[in-house]
């Protein structure tokens, strides 16, 4: 079994920066890994995905803003997010794995305030 968590989760002001990290218990250099986020009354949205080769893809609405990162050595996935703003707000998930099977942190709340 994997497990997943987050941490770097926070109240920000629009314009600001921060860093999520997602620590994995287990050995993930071959796994796909992305961070999705779920704003309330909304479904959860994929926000950024990075395959074992470090190919990465982002949602429109944080292009240029927001940054996903491993590092294998230390199991561990990062989401670098700068000029925040307060659409950006939510529970924000780190996930491993394919639709086939998926695993899934417990989530971090973020907040940007205008």
């Known amino acids: 079994q994997l497990q997943l968590v987050e941490s770097g989760g926070g109240l920000v002001q629009a314009g600001g920066s921060l860093r999520l990290s997602c620590a994995a218990s287990?050995?993930?250099?071959?796994?796909?890994m992305g961070w999705y986020r779920q704003a309330p009354g909304k479904q959860r949205e994929l926000v950024a995905e990075?395959?074992?080769?470090?190919?990465?893809n982002y949602a429109d609405s944080v292009k240029g803003r927001f940054t996903i990162s491993r590092d294998n050595a230390k199991n561990t996935v990062y989401l670098q997010r700068n000029s925040l703003k307060p659409e950006d707000t939510a529970d924000y998930y780190c996930?491993?794995?394919?639709?086939?099977?998926?695993?899934w942190g417990q989530g971090a709340q973020v907040a940007v305030s205008p």
């Open positions: 996930a491993a794995g394919t639709v086939l099977r998926r695993y």
């Open positions: 287990r050995v993930i250099f071959s796994m796909p």
């Open positions: 990075i395959t074992s080769g470090g190919s990465t």
